[in-house]
């Protein structure tokens, strides 16, 4: 399996996580391979030459059962569709497993002619294809028709119990990279109506990205003793934040399904979030969340208030939210579907005793 450095940032190091922590590599002889990480220029470099140099000594010496790349777009697509070509030169099958929402905008608006055409072949002669929902199903057959693929969604690990005691009245979070492009502008403009109606509401900001322009936003708009911007946070620190809060905000313009968002169904938490990419088929308006459309700070504001303003309301949609992971995306569905997979290209399982 090759892809982002798993105590890296993002969905797919999110991903990459949860299968080591909940018994996918203890099931299946699974060699991590590494091909980006955070660093210098200098540093990513050598992830990708080492990389590059391990995954091609481990195909030509007959060693790789299947290749599983975790992809996204722009450089991510890059470098994994290399390997991927080395494995089918080797007659190794492949597994394309796409993440990011950025995926359609990258390959329709952005990519050459002759990038899209390596982007179909890609899709086309991988021997599967993963994608995070039935909607990125549908996108993907349609521009690479023929391509074998399938949904699998990004899996969560449920606790086994959750608890409301933690949680601070009025605190409303927001997980994931700190631009326009997942909504932060929007959410800052719509949380100032909210201060408005309960000046005791508080925002706590998770997230790498522009940081600067986001605390300049916020004392534009008045809002530097309700807004905390944490900067990038994760593992217990991230899981600590999500206790705290009443209510999980994603206003993003598009998203493949979004880890942070998951992690907060199954911890019980009331959601706003925008209907685009997977989201649809994980929360449904009015039953497991509130949908606003993306772009729209004063429907964001009325739904924020509306779940803070009722207890009831927001914890049965809380409740099932944590309902919707487990029957869905808890980490016995997804690991067991990708195991199965697996198992149908020849991957040994390792003996249990």
């Keep these: 399996m090759v892809g982002t450095a798993p105590e890296g940032k993002g969905g797919i190091a999110s991903v990459v996580s949860v299968y080591i922590e909940n018994g996918l590599f203890e099931s299946f002889p699974i060699r991590y391979i ?91 002669r991988s021997t599967y294809v993963f994608g995070l ?18 949904a699998v969604a990004n899996p969560v690990h449920l606790p086994n119990q959750t608890s409301r005691e933690s949680e601070q009245a009025g605190r409303v979070l927001f997980l994931g990279r700190a631009d326009q492009h997942k909504g932060v502008f929007d959410l800052l403009e719509a949380f100032r109506q909210v201060v408005d109606q309960l000046p005791t509401a508080s925002l706590a900001i998770g997230g790498d990205g ?6 300049e936003r916020v004392q534009a708009l008045g809002l530097g003793e309700r807004v905390e911007v944490l900067g990038w ?20 313009y598009d998203e493949g399904l979004p880890m942070a968002m998951l992690e907060s169904m199954a911890r019980a938490k009331a959601i706003v979030v925008t209907p685009v990419g997977g989201i649809p088929e994980a929360v449904q308006h009015e039953q497991q969340g509130l949908l606003v459309l993306p772009g729209q700070p004063d429907e964001l504001a009325v739904a924020l208030l509306r779940l803070l303003k009722d207890d009831e309301f927001r914890h049965r949609l809380g409740d099932r939210a944590r309902q919707r992971v487990q029957e ?26």
């Design 328 to 353: 869905r995306f808890s980490t016995d569905v997804v690991l067991r579907q990708v195991g199965e997979v697996y198992r149908e290209l020849g991957v040994p399982e390792r003996n249990r005793r």
């Design 133 to 150: 929902s039935q909607a990125w199903v549908e996108y993907l057959r349609g521009i690479a028709p023929g391509a074998k693929v399938l």
């Design 233 to 252: 946070v994760a593992g217990e620190a991230k899981l600590a934040q999500v206790a705290r809060a009443q209510v999980f905000v994603l206003p993003s």
């Design 210 to 215: 522009d940081l600067t322009a986001v605390r």
């Design 34 to 124: 590494a091909t980006h990480r955070e660093g210098s220029i200098f540093q990513k470099i050598a992830c990708s030459v080492v990389a590059f140099l391990k995954i091609f000594f481990l195909l030509v010496t007959g060693q790789v059962a299947v290749l599983h790349a975790q992809v996204a777009s722009h450089g991510s697509f890059k470098r994994k569709s290399i390997y991927l070509a080395l494995a089918r030169a080797a007659g190794v099958p492949t597994v394309f497993h796409l993440h990011g929402g950025g995926f359609r905008k990258f390959t329709d608006e952005l990519a050459s002619p002759r990038l899209r055409r390596w982007i179909v072949h890609t899709l086309k």
